[in-house]
């Protein structure tokens, strides 16, 4: 018996010396000391011992089983504090290392043309506004001389919120509001989102419009000519010509509509241009005195030019941008080449 007893301690105490992390100590543990382990079968085997070797052998065995538990706690306490320390080490962060350096978003495209086009036209001393997208039918059509069921309403397929307010289907309904609220000389464009029910590769029911109004005394065609030109070249190229068609808007008269020339070809006629070698742009003309009147400015007095066009339609002759669709996709893929 005492034997077994040397040989279980020894080969305990030895694994125990052995162990090299907490989970194998928790193993020997259940070995020696769990309900079916070694040391416990022991304890009840004392029933057989004879009754006059019980005290010393209880002793012994009580002893051991010290001795094994101490062991135990002992390497239990070593082994934790490594695992804690090696824990630790592992989770360590040096802060005073360089980052990793962050990656950077880019601006939208049409961001990037519109804060392009507000820069070309502050250099020429127009000022910036903003204005309602939800907007009342006075100023989106009824001052802009687009009265209640006249059929002019029918160029523009309007999303009618009730029957006086609007999505705004046009950036020149802020044309009637500066009209109203500000006295001439008036230099002002208008970047805003406008809304059509209108849906194909070159529409989108949502999209962005550019507008611009000057008033003053002696406002001609020549000065919409020159600002429209100085602007096509700055946007676009320095040989880019520009031109201009009779048109028709409410709001005009005379109206036009304006051409470039084509800027992937210059001129020479490709697939962007179907082989004219101009791409039509915006809508412009002198405001119409009608306009003026009923904005209350006195047309004997003022004269002004108003022009109007799509941010999305510069972008996308600007950029080679096939669909319209793909400024409002918000695909990253799309997006990372304007940076
Ligand atoms: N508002 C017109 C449209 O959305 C564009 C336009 C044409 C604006 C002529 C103007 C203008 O200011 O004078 O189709």
């Known amino acids: 018996m005492k034997e077994k007893l040397d040989g279980i301690r020894l080969a305990a105490l030895g694994m125990i010396e052995e162990a090299r992390d907490t989970s194998r100590l928790n193993d020997i543990r259940v070995k020696y000391l769990g309900k079916s382990g070694e040391i416990s079968a022991i304890m009840r085997d004392m029933a057989n011992v004879p009754k006059e070797d019980r005290p010393a052998m209880g002793k012994l065995v009580n002893e051991m089983r010290g001795e094994v538990e101490n062991a135990l706690l002992l390497k239990t306490k070593t082994l934790s504090r490594l695992e804690e320390e090696r824990k630790l080490k592992a989770e360590e962060i040096d802060v005073t290392l360089p980052s990793g350096g962050k990656k950077l978003g880019t601006l939208h495209p049409l961001t990037l043309i519109k804060k392009e086009l507000i820069e070309i036209f502050a250099g020429m001393g127009f000022s910036v506004d903003e204005g309602p997208e939800i907007e009342s039918d006075l100023f989106n059509f009824q001052l802009l001389n687009i009265p209640k069921d006249h059929p002019s309403r029918d160029m523009q397929d309007t999303f009618y919120v009730n029957d006086n307010i609007v999505l705004r289907t046009q950036t020149s309904a802020m044309q009637a509001r500066i009209m109203t609220t500000t006295k001439p000389p008036i230099r002002v464009v208008v970047p805003g989102k406008v809304y059509r029910s ?60 304006v051409d470039v020339t084509c800027s992937m070809c210059h001129g020479k006629g490709c697939r962007v241009c179907k082989g004219t070698g101009w791409v039509e742009i915006l809508g412009a003309g002198i405001v119409n005195p009608a306009v003026l009147d009923m904005c209350g400015i006195d047309s004997s007095i003022y004269s002004g030019f108003a022009f109007g066009f799509g941010i999305d339609r510069i972008a996308m002759i600007k950029y080679g941008i096939p669909n319209i669709k793909l400024l409002y996709e918000n695909d990253v893929r799309f997006l990372k080449q304007f940076n």
């Open 198 to 257: 209108d849906d194909d590769a070159s529409h989108s029911p949502i999209f962005n419009q550019f507008e611009g109004l000057a008033i003053d005394k002696h406002i001609t065609m020549g000065d919409l000519q020159g600002c429209l030109q100085t602007f096509a070249q700055k946007i676009f190229s320095k040989d880019t010509k520009v031109r201009l068609r009779p048109s028709y808007f409410p709001f005009t008269e005379p109206s036009v509509e």
